[in-house]
């Protein structure tokens, strides 16, 4: 039996970094991209987020941008 995509608890985003999916804050799209706060206390600004782009990560951008749709 094959494993649902989504029962996996991590996430690779940008700059070769795993992320816990049970960490995620909330999510923003932008075009293409999405932004993702990880941080307890919220994020302010890109700086604070990661970045998930369709052209850099197929497979997790499609896993959450399945929430927009």
Known sequence: MEKNNNDKPFIKVDNNIILSMACIRWVKKMDE?????????????????????????????????????
Do not use: P, V, W
């Open 33 to 69: 991209c999405l932004q993702i706060c990880s941080k307890m206390n919220g994020c302010y600004g890109n700086k604070d987020t990661h970045q998930i782009c369709k052209i850099n990560n197929a497979d997790s951008y499609r896993r959450l941008n399945e929430y927009f749709e």
